[in-house]
């Protein structure tokens, strides 16, 4: 009895600790998440440096880190400036005053407005018919651009504190990562057998996900960005950025962006031709270069049905924000890898007790 009591006690006090240890962590889940895929996916080039430096694991990790920073960070880093600042001047000038305010919003609705009724009144369309499209564009500016552009010196200081403490987080995991996870492993109640098959679950959902869904969405992206340029767009790197982005999400992709563009191009400017050669051109080699690159980099690496993936992933960012494109699919590969090993639990239970012993 008392050792009954004395576990019971020890659990409560885990469970006290654990709720509490995650509240304080809960604001770093994304960027360590971030510095363990990007971890996992230049695991071949870290091989590279570690062989190149004789085995020593601290200046291979920093080399490691210091070309992710280069290939992957600053350049990403550098588009999304630009385009917020595009963004900030765009919405400057098609203000009253050019200030960013309360009011901003409304004058940006009025005229996203005005262009949407334009174009139902060149199909003879009646104008009551938009009352649903305005109540989503209010929404929309209300809710992702507004705090966008109102809040851009805290979201400025989150993302570069978030931006340090993944790269921190690299160099750890790069160099200390083997003794983290034998740590890690001690200390959990499963078989070695069951965390090595999550561990592996995890390198492979993270390599065929994160490089089939960030390549994909480059190269829309580029190839959008030269038809925007070859079409007279302004703020070019604005809406390569957000193609980019879109083209990341399932079943929505790049055409969100480059289909409105076309539309403004046809109704508002009344550039017919150009018009109808960006969306020829987008349709064609931006939208269907997704069905080109995702099946060749996945090669069935990611085992998850179509249908499942494209939830997953809708489902992720419904609850989790943009980083659920990434983090849906692992949560579906895990429960399937979870459930596996239920079943092989529950085939265990009802077997003699030498056979039952465990997995090897």
Known sequence: MPRVVSFIVLLAVIILIGSMFFQVMVQFIVPLFLAAVLVVIFKPLHLWMLAKCGQRARVAAALTTLSIVCIVLLPVSGILVKAVAEGVAMV????????????????????????????????????????????????????????????????????????????????????????????????????????????????????????????????????????????????????????AFMAMVPFVGAAAIWVPLCSYLYFAMGHTTAAIVLAIYCATFVSLSDNLIKPLVLHGQANLHPLLALLSVIGGVQALGPIGILVGPMLVAFLQALLQMLNKELLLLGKPVDAAAGPS
Not at 122 to 127: D, E, M, S, V, W
Not at 140 to 162: D, M, N, R, S
Not at 174 to 198: I, Q, V
């Open 92 to 243: 400057r000038e098609n203000t009253a005053d050019g200030q960013l305010n309360s009011a901003s919003i409304e004058v940006m609705i009025d005229k996203t407005m005005a262009l949407i009724n334009q174009g139902l009144a060149k199909f003879q369309l009646p104008q009551q018919s938009s009352a649903d499209v305005y109540a989503y564009v209010r929404q929309f500016l209300e809710q992702a651009v507004a705090p966008l552009l109102f809040g851009g010196v805290g979201i400025l200081l989150g993302t570069l504190v978030g931006a340090a403490i993944m790269v921190l987080t690299m160099y750890y995991f790069f160099s200390d990562g083997h003794n983290m996870t034998s740590a890690l492993m001690k200390l959990s109640p499963l078989d070695d057998s069951y965390e090595y098959e999550l561990l592996e679950k995890f390198s492979d959902i993270s390599r065929a996900v994160v490089l089939a869904s960030l390549l994909s969405a480059l190269v829309q992206g580029l190839l959008a960005g030269v038809g925007y340029f070859l079409a007279g767009i302004e703020n070019l790197f604005l809406w390569t950025a957000l193609t």
